[in-house]
């Protein structure tokens, strides 16, 4: 009797959603089920229904895909997924900013876990979640470039290759990745270093303006007079406020050729080579932009095959003037020591701008995390020299000379804080192989904690795991937390964005 009628509901359902579906022209894929379970930000799961889910699908113009979709698993392939194979419930692919309003509005009235991805390059895994929503940007990817105005306005999905690109045609340039795919959402909205900062300050200096949807799916205009705090906010804050739609960058003149490039050494020469790098970097001006690296050789066509695999120590340049002055610059790097190789030279920006891609796509597994410090001390580089031994050959150590114009913003303007400190690091562990894990973990940590002694205690956002609530207090300087958690109250007050380094509301 019981079973009849469940029958019978079930086929009436069925009958329901099924001309729903013909009617609309949808064909949203789930299993047999009339509703699909999505985890909820409280922890529990919802039952959204396949008509519901039907609704927002007909209401927005980009896709919606759950895990019965073809194009599904592409869509949840993100940079470091082979240590965070997450697979959420649904991903809505938005094509503006209408399907970001609708979807915000969808999510935020069931409770929904929601994750924000852009170019999914977070090391920690924050732009998917499991069994939650994923708002994905990554159709949003149009860019204007004004030369007059020397701006870019370029959408959430764009990813640094293309905007380089973009800009670079009218020999123009901002802060961006080092490496092309990097999304420019996650990587402005933490701060965002790179070969250039330097010489023009770091990618969320340079962010004039911007669009961003809030937990409510009110759409507010952000600059240095609209929503001041939330500009102040999302200048370092990261993806906490809100989702951003659309990002205005300054560019500068760049290029498009400027002397560039790595000069590598053996570790062994280690000790004369920060030696000399340490006095070299005491006066040199802001355009020059150095980075150290740490690492075992790879195997590139453009390193000598003996050198592939044992470990070496490299000194990257980028001098963002004119080529004779770059050159000038660059001469003493070949005097040190002998170097492995040289492979500095004028070369155009956009080349240089993707010139490590090949050592860094997606497939392996990562661990990232940082530290910031005040000296390069000779123990320090001790540790280094050991730890490179003993780690993966696809991991780096780097390190980057902070100063010049990102050391000029005052700590307060933004939320971007540590400016006072005169070097980052990364500590990037990478590994193919799962039966390697459980060493590369301890590798990192060890790395990490050896290190610590020698640092400020803090870290930028960009470059941490997920390593906690204290370690997202390590990121910003005390005001700037209280801040941060001030205006998280206001904007997200239910902490709908929290997966990201996430800063709690402030009761
Ligand atoms: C290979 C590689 C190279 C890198 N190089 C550099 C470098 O040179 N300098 C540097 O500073 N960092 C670098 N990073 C770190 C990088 O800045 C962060 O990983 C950043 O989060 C990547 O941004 P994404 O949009 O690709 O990430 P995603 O994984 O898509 O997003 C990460 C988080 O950012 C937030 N987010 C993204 N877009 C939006 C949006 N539009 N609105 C609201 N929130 C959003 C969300 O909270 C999301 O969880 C690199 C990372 C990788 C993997």
């Known amino acids: 009797m ?65 895990s019965k979709d073809s194009s599904y698993s592409t869509a949840v392939e993100i940079w470091n997924r082979k240590r965070h194979p997450l697979n959420p419930a649904l991903l809505v692919k938005c094509s503006n900013e209408e399907d970001v309003v609708k979807t915000l509005k969808f999510v ?13 390059h977070n090391s920690a895994g924050f732009s998917l979640n499991d069994n939650g929503v994923v708002l994905d940007l990554s159709l949003m990817d149009g860019i204007e470039v004004n030369p007059e105005t020397k701006t870019a306005i370029a959408g959430p999905g764009v990813r640094w290759g293309k905007l380089d690109e973009a800009t670079q045609r ?71 406020f809100g989702v951003v739609t659309s990002f205005t960058y300054r560019l500068h003149d760049v290029g498009p050729k400027l002397v560039a490039g790595l000069v590598f050494y053996s570790m062994d020469d280690v000790d004369s080579v920060i030696d000399f790098y340490r006095d070299y970097i005491k006066d040199i001006p802001d355009d020059l932009g150095t980075w150290l690296l740490f690492r075992k050789a790879p195997i590139s066509s453009a390193l000598p095959k003996d050198i592939h695999g044992k470990p070496v120590v490299a000194i990257s340049i980028t001098y963002n003037g004119s080529l004779e002055d770059g050159q000038k610059y660059t001469a ?5 020591v002998e170097p492995l190789a040289d492979l500095v030279k004028p070369r155009l920006y956009t080349e240089w701008q993707s010139s490590l891609d090949g050592a860094w796509g997606n497939g392996y597994h990562n661990i990232w995390k940082g ?38 913003m005052p700590e307060a303007a933004t939320a971007f804080g540590n400016r006072n400190a005169n070097f980052g690091l990364v500590i990037q562990t990478r590994w193919l ?55 998280k109250s206001k904007y997200d007050p239910g902490n709908l964005f929290r997966k990201n380094q996430n800063i709690k509301p402030k009761e």
């Open 108 to 120: 935020e009235s069931k409770g929904l876990l929601l994750s924000i991805k852009g170019g999914g």
């Open 332 to 336: 003493p790097l070949r005097n040190i």
């Open 170 to 240: 009218f020999g123009l340039a901002t802060t961006g990745a080092i490496i092309s795919d990097v999304g420019i959402g996650g990587y402005t909205l933490g701060g965002g270093l790179g070969w250039l900062h330097r010489s023009l300050g770091s990618a969320s200096d340079n962010l004039v303006s911007a669009r961003i949807v809030i937990a409510n799916g009110d759409v507010l205009e952000v600059d240095a007079e609209n929503n001041s705090d939330l500009y102040w906010a999302i200048r370092g804050g990261g993806g906490n």
């Open 2 to 66: 019981i079973k009849k009628s469940l029958q019978r509901c079930s086929k009436w359902i069925t009958m329901a959603i099924l001309p729903v579906c013909m009617i609309l022209g949808c064909n949203l894929k789930t299993d047999s089920k009339s509703f699909l379970e999505v985890s909820k930000l409280d922890g529990g799961v919802a039952k959204v229904g396949k008509n519901e889910l039907v609704a927002l699908k007909r209401s927005i113009k980009g896709e919606l895909l759950t």
């Open 371 to 408: 530290h910031y410090f005040m000296e390069i001390t000779d123990s320090m580089i001790a540790v280094l020299k050991d730890k490179v031994a003993l780690g993966s050959p696809f991991s780096d150590i780097k390190i980057q000379h902070l100063g010049g114009k990102f050391a000029e």
């Open 433 to 487: 192989d799962d039966a390697n894990t459980e060493y590369q973990e301890q590798w990192t940590d060890d790395v990490f904690n050896e290190l610590k002694r020698y640092t400020t205690g803090n870290v930028y956002v960009n470059f941490m795991d997920n390593e906690g609530e204290k370690r997202v207090r390590d990121a910003y300087p005390k005001k700037t937390m209280e801040r941060l958690g001030k205006i």
